[in-house]
């Protein structure tokens, strides 16, 4: 368990991820159309409470970049994982996958393996940027987000029963426009992902 400021942080599936903007073309472009770039890391690892650059709908239902900071809030607990599993059980996580689906990009996450708890990095092979799925709501008037995951893949289980969604590209639209069924994009989404130790930990 973590502390970090006053909520308390749970370090489970997708607790820490990592972007580079210097080395990620993609990640570049979209922070220079980021408008609000306050806290907002260029290089470095992700927590959970960070302000994160996501791709959601405008107001104006158009595609666009914004500041968030990552996990909700409820009670002194930080929720920054949501199971798509329970999505449309629960109150806190149902206007968010109806109405405030979001985009997280980001350079690539870690996770600590159970028997050794060696920290390792997953990256898409791929393509040098992954995208999260993840809903959205606000907290006092600031919009934050959580990061939906699904079971793992049979590569990844000896790591974690869990891993984020996570999408292509080109599915992004298809997403926040909700053309497809939650469930298709599931199925649709990537599962072959690589990880090996991360040696400066």
């Known amino acids: 368990m973590v502390i970090h400021s006053v909520i308390t942080i749970y370090m489970n599936m997708c607790g820490r991820w ?12 979209y922070y220079n ?6 806290g907002i890391k260029t290089s470095g690892d992700v927590f959970p409470s960070d302000h994160v650059m996501v791709i959601a709908k ?13 996990g909700y809030k409820v009670g002194n607990k930080l929720v920054f994982n949501a199971r798509f599993e329970t999505l449309y059980n629960k109150e806190i996580f149902v206007d968010g996958i109806n109405n405030r689906r979001c985009v997280i990009p980001a350079s690539f ?49 000896p790591l974690h029963e869990r891993m984020p969604v996570i999408i292509k590209k080109e599915q992004i639209d298809s997403w926040l426009n ?3 069924s939650s469930m298709s994009i599931i199925n649709e989404s990537i599962n ?10």
């Open 58 to 70: 405008s107001q104006l239902q158009n595609i666009n970049v914004f500041n968030m900071k990552w």
């Open 192 to 201: 072959e992902l690589i990880f090996y130790k991360d040696e400066n930990n």
């Open 109 to 157: 996450y870690y996770e600590w393996q159970k028997e050794t708890k060696e920290k390792n990095i997953i990256k898409d092979m791929n393509s040098s940027t992954m995208y999260f799925l993840g809903i959205y709501r606000f907290e006092n008037d600031e919009p934050v987000c959580t990061i939906i995951t699904k079971e793992a893949s049979l590569s990844l289980k």
């Open 18 to 29: 990592y972007v580079d903007l210097m080395a990620d073309y993609e990640l570049n472009q």
């Open 178 to 180: 909700d053309c497809t």
């Open 33 to 38: 159309k980021l408008k609000n770039k306050k």
